[in-house]
């Protein structure tokens, strides 16, 4: 037999001849708890190989080293099996994997002298039921030649079964019904199954439940065995363990005595939105429906609906009505829905009750102001600026069936019901402008949301070339050769997740949850991607410890140590050899790594709210194998944060080990962090946070705290540094960056801990920020603005604070202690600002009232008005300047009006046009298109829009430039009836002279009659193609969903003189329609276009003006208003932020 003394063995042999030893059998490894070769599970697998009573065992590692020479505390037992735990080895040391062996009879039937062989099992009672009985069993002597001693045959006493129940209907097709008369019993029959999580990774103590009654767990290896269960093929188990959905599993019908059941978990899916409900405005005794659309693995079980934060009913399902509705139901409506797993909140939706004769429309207009041409000042205000009027696109009460659906089936909005056509005086002409007179219900514009940009390496700016972005488990789109991307967002999207995932392997998969205009539109967005980690090959069978933090010269934050057999393949088998580890870590002490985090840093917490978190950094596990490169996972991770790298004391007790949702882009709970004390490699003891997780499917994690200290900053965008609330610009990015408090030293510079992105309205933006009311710089944040991949400006903080500016009055302006980034250097970018993230102090009035709001006041961030305190950015204006007959705001597209002198005729699908002029001039002069009805009848001779655009000098060439100038685009007018030709008229200013036309555009215009007359050579007319021509011609045409990208892509192709090729560089010699010639002289800004303004609808440009819903930029050169530019580049400063470079016209 075998003897524990100090992990080792001592056998005693038996007679050689009798007796042989088994094969060697592993059935276990020492992960998890230990190495366990249990004689039970060895006859699960080899029934026929291992003799009933095997006499003895031995025990060697994989490795060929006798147990008792391995210095490990082991255990055996020949009538058991051999167990190794590693809690009982010395520090830092696990089991040694294992293979064990057995002394069994060379012949089973023949065994030592006077042995008796196994007890039969006791035969079933006899007695009657509610009586008593004898049970005998019986065992026969192994040995042919001599007798055994000791009875062959034993009694005892038992009782009978339980009587049946006289109102049992239960009938078995196999077996008995039990005493419960809830499920039928077979007796003869023994259950045995194994159960695996997400992984494949073994599943401990998963729960086997029948009929809600628990039945039993899994062992350590995931094995379970259930006698008496029938295999009727009717009888379901329910299987269950942590973190997974439960699995409802049919035992398949058998005859056999024993049946197995291999089982596969999946993790548990957490609860998300797919639909919020959406907002109605409805008349009095009308009737309103709410649903509300939520999945998850399970499936929700209860819904329930709150009006005003207030509770309707319990138990109620996805759809709330609302019938014969009254003034006071009018408010916000939210559906929470619970499961298992957890619950969750959607979006609030907004019910508008209306008296049944109220207006469901204000019909008077809103202000709204537009820039005019510098020579048509009012006379009674001397004001550049007109009030055109708007409506706001609210929801109104249209006229709707009286079906009850959820989503109405025609969407009504306020929109514009008249308008009146004015002349506006100018200086020698008059400037046609509709107004609008009343506002009404409309069919509200249909509209379609779109976000695109560019993935490109958060360190050097490669781009992701030719990689792909999935949205719910389900590829959309991909990147191209620049990393340029455009998704259309899927409508009644709540929550718009995206996974961008490289071919080349270069880069880390990224998720991003993406703001998106709801109202329509698109929107700009630069992914940062981080650079995956050059794998490092570890072995599978020893301890690994990898080393995260990637700070300069300070010491890494996290350790993650692999226990020796922690790999598995998909299969759920182990996985023996070496292993390529590849884990990024992106380091929250470098704040340019912030633009790179996953996804938004939010989950969900126990009562459904999403819930923010700051994380100590994040980090992206691959493991494969070093041969075939098979993606392994892992179990029994440990992880281990060094506690100095957490500087808010309060955050220790709190951290907690997350994984991201790649579909909902929302952080799951793995694990807590726990304090503890190691000695780590020779240094002194040091304190860490430490976790245990497993690596499952999932392979990106984040060490994070939830944060209830929370506010909101409010921020608005504008199209100059006038800051008129006319001008504010919808579609901006705003993006913060949460800082942690200041360390103390130098040597450790500030870590963020958050970054957040919010799209601004026609209201500004609220952004969700951490905050304190104790110390006003606890927390502090830098505060950036991007519209179209342009970087817009802060307001100045220096050589002193102007709070006018600003848009922030003292003292709090000092308290958040406004820093614009080149507050003391000026040579960096004037692009973001900082502040303190002080929460206001109630019982201080000028604190009260933004721009930093309480969490609790968000409706009030949202709602503030322009006069309210509040930070800003501005475009830089430049030389270009619009002007539409008819307003529309390219910000919002639901502005779009039904007129025949719109400049955009259908929604949904605008077609941006533009022709690449060449000056030969010595001076960069403005040109001009004035574009009219030219074909229709009901447009023929009236003004639908100017535009002015100021040249580019070449770079290469002495006195040329070029400009690629819009005009409004030949085609189908609102009506979709009949096309217009638009009179295009192009005018240099000046003294030009045309020198050329395009040989092959003059051949079309003149194959495509009616031909436009030219007699003036000071100009260019034509009536506008109405093909998309292209670079052979020099006209530039694009169609897309949204006005500002199909203007960005038709520039782009103009300045580059091709029909499919971009350029940020003017070429003025490529794909050019007309050449003009003009004089020496540069005309002066105030006598711009004074050869045009003999004609009416024309007028003159200003430099820096703007039209409706067009933000231009102004140059910022050293000489002077009319100085030349020294080269041809756009949108380029230099570090101190002037503009070196000339550049094209920017989209917003």
């Not at 056999?256 to 998300?272: A, M, Q």
């Not at 002193?800 to 080149?822: A, C, M, S, W």
């Not at 039904?898 to 001039?921: F, G, H, Q, T």
């Not at 040329?960 to 189908?972: I, N, R, T």
Request: glycine letters at 8%; a neutral charge.
């Amino acid at each position: 037999m075998f003897n524990q003394s100090h992990g080792s063995f001592h056998f005693i042999p038996a007679t050689p001849a009798n007796y042989e030893w088994t094969t060697w059998f592993n059935v276990d490894h020492p992960g998890g708890r230990g190495d366990y070769e249990q004689l039970e599970a060895i006859r699960f697998y080899y029934r026929s190989r291992v003799c009933p009573t095997p006499r003895a065992l031995e025990a060697r590692t994989t490795d060929w080293v006798p147990a008792r020479e391995t210095g490990e505390t082991v255990h055996a037992d020949p009538t058991v099996g051999f167990w190794c735990l590693n809690e009982e080895q010395g520090p830092g040391r696990n089991c040694s994997n294992y293979s064990v062996r057995f002394l069994c009879p060379k012949d089973y039937s023949e065994v030592l002298q006077g042995v008796w062989g196994a007890w039969t099992v006791w035969n079933l009672c006899p007695a009657p039921c509610g009586q008593v009985g004898v049970q005998v069993r019986s065992r026969s002597c192994q040995s042919n030649t001599l007798s055994c001693s000791g009875p062959k045959v034993e009694g005892r006493s038992c009782d009978g079964p339980e009587c049946p129940r006289t109102d049992c209907h239960l009938q078995c097709t196999m077996g008995k019904v039990n005493a419960e008369c809830e499920a039928c019993t077979c007796e003869d029959h023994v259950l045995l199954g194994s159960v695996r999580g997400a992984g494949g990774l073994v599943a401990v103590g998963a729960t086997i439940v029948r009929l809600g009654k628990l039945l039993t767990l899994t062992d350590h290896n995931g094995h379970f065995r259930i006698p008496g269960v029938c295999p009727d093929g009717n009888t379901t188990l329910t299987i269950s363990v942590k973190n997974h959905s439960p699995l409802d599993v049919l035992v398949p019908l058998s005859g056999e005595p024993t049946s197995v059941l291999s089982i596969r978990l999946e993790r548990t899916e957490k609860l998300r939105v797919l639909t919020n409900p959406e907002s109605k405005a409805r008349r009095e005794g009308h009737s309103a429906v709410f649903c509300c659309k939520v999945s998850g693995t399970p499936k929700p079980e209860q819904f329930q609906w709150f009006h005003n934060n207030t509770l309707l009913e319990r138990g109620s399902d996805s759809t709330l009505i609302l019938k014969d509705l009254r003034p006071e139901q009018s408010g916000e409506y939210y559906c929470s829905a619970s499961s298992p797993a957890g619950a969750i909140k959607t979006k609030p939706a907004l019910l508008t009750v209306l008296g049944k004769t109220q207006p469901s429309c204000n019909p008077t207009p809103e202000p709204h102001l537009i820039r005019l041409p510098h020579d048509c000042p009012q006379n009674t205000s001397d004001s550049l600026y007109y009030d055109v009027g708007s409506c706001p696109g609210a929801t109104c009460a249209g006229q709707l069936d009286n079906a009850s659906r959820c989503k109405d089936n025609v969407a009504f909005c306020c929109g514009v019901a008249k308008m009146a056509k004015r002349e506006i005086m100018c200086q020698g002409y008059q400037l046609p402008t509709m107004v609008v007179t009343a506002c009404g219900c409309k069919k509200c514009v249909e509209t379609k949301a779109v976000v695109y940009g560019r993935a490109v390496a958060a360190d050097t700016g490669e781009p992701m070339r030719f990689g792909h972005i999935f949205m719910n488990g389900v590829r959309v789109s991909r990147t191209g050769y620049k990393g340029t991307f455009s998704v259309q967002v899927p409508a009644e999207t709540a929550r718009l997740v995206l996974t961008f995932v490289d071919n080349m392997q270069k880069f880390v998969n990224t998720t991003k949850v993406l703001p998106f205009k709801s109202r329509g539109g698109a929107i700009y967005h630069e992914i940062k991607l981080l650079r995956k980690k050059e794998p490092v090959t570890i072995s599978s069978t020893e301890t690994n410890t990898l080393e995260l933090g990637e700070a300069e010269g300070q010491d890494p934050m996290v350790q993650i140590e692999i226990p020796p057999n922690s790999f598995y393949k998909q299969n759920g088998e182990v996985f023996v050899g070496n292993v390529k580890a590849s884990v990024t870590f992106l380091d929250p002490r470098d704040v340019s790594t912030a633009a790179a985090a996953q996804s938004d840093l939010n989950f969900v917490g126990e009562a459904g709210d999403t819930l923010p978190l700051r994380t100590y950094g994040m980090f992206s596990v691959d493991f494969s194998g070093e041969q075939g490169g098979e993606p392994l996972n892992a179990g029994e991770v440990k992880v281990f944060l060094d506690s100095d790298q957490v500087k808010m004391p309060e955050h220790l007790n709190t951290m907690k080990l997350w994984s991201l949702n790649p579909e909902t882009g929302l952080w799951e709970e793995e694990g807590r962090l726990q304090m503890e004390k190691k000695r780590r490699r020779k240094r002194e003891e040091r304190t860490f946070l430490i976790g245990n997780m497993e690596i499952r499917e999932r392979r990106l994690f984040n060490l994070d705290v939830p944060e209830n200290r929370r506010c909101y900053v409010k921020v608005r965008a504008f199209r100059s540094d006038r800051f008129m609330t006319s001008e504010q610009v919808e579609g901006v990015v705003v993006s913060l960056i949460n800082m942690e408090p200041t360390p103390g030293f130098s040597t450790n510079p500030r870590a963020w801990g958050r970054f957040d992105s919010v799209i601004t309205g026609s209201n500004g933006a609220c952004l969700p920020a951490f905050c304190d009311d104790q110390r006003a710089d606890a927390y502090s944040a830098y505060v950036m603005a991007n519209l179209g991949g342009e970087e817009l400006e802060a307001v100045s903080s220096s050589p002193k604070l102007n709070p006018n500016h600003i848009g922030v009055p003292q003292p709090f302006l000092e308290k958040l202690n406004y820093r614009r980034t080149d507050h003391e250097d000026t040579r960096l970018k004037k692009t973001a600002f900082s502040i303190n993230l002080a929460k206001p102090n109630s019982n201080t009035p000028e604190e009260s009232n933004g721009p930093i709001y309480p969490f609790e006041r968000l409706k009030e961030c949202e709602e503030a008005p322009f006069s309210a305190p509040h930070f800003r950015f501005s475009r830089v204006e430049g030389d270009r300047y619009d002007y539409n007959t008819v307003p529309f705001n390219e910000d919002d597209p639901m502005s779009w009006t039904e007129d025949y002198l719109s400049w955009w005729p259908k929604p949904m699908e605008y077609r941006a046009c533009y022709i690449k002029v060449k000056l030969n001039s010595p001076h960069e002069l403005n040109v001009r298109s004035r574009n009219m009805g030219g074909t229709h009848p009901r447009t023929v001779g009236q003004l639908y829009g100017l535009r002015d655009t100021r040249s580019i000098r070449d770079m290469d060439l002495n006195n040329v430039s070029a400009v690629c100038l819009e005009f409004k685009c030949s085609g189908m007018l609102y009506d979709q009836e009949r096309v217009d030709r638009t009179l295009v008229k192009v005018i240099p200013q000046g003294s030009c002279k045309r020198e050329n036309v395009n040989t092959i555009l003059q051949e079309y215009l003149v194959n495509h009659l009616p031909l436009a007359v030219n007699n003036d050579t000071n100009e260019f007319t034509m009536l506008a193609p109405l093909d998309p021509l292209g670079h052979n011609y020099g006209i530039y045409t694009v169609t897309d969903q949204d006005p500002r990208t199909a203007k960005e892509i038709a520039l782009g192709r103009c300045f580059d003189g091709t029909s499919d090729g971009t350029s940020r560089v003017m070429k003025s010699t490529q794909g050019v329609a007309l050449t003009f010639t003009c004089g020496d002289r540069e005309v002066s800004q105030q006598s711009v276009f004074q050869s045009s303004q003999s004609s009416p609808g024309q007028s003159g440009a200003s430099k820096g003006g703007r039209g409706d819903g067009w933000p231009s930029r102004r140059r910022q050169r050293e000489g002077g208003a009319n100085a030349s530019r020294s080269n041809r580049k756009r949108t380029t400063r230099d570090p101190a932020g002037r503009r070196t470079q000339s550049r094209r016209q920017s989209i917003p």
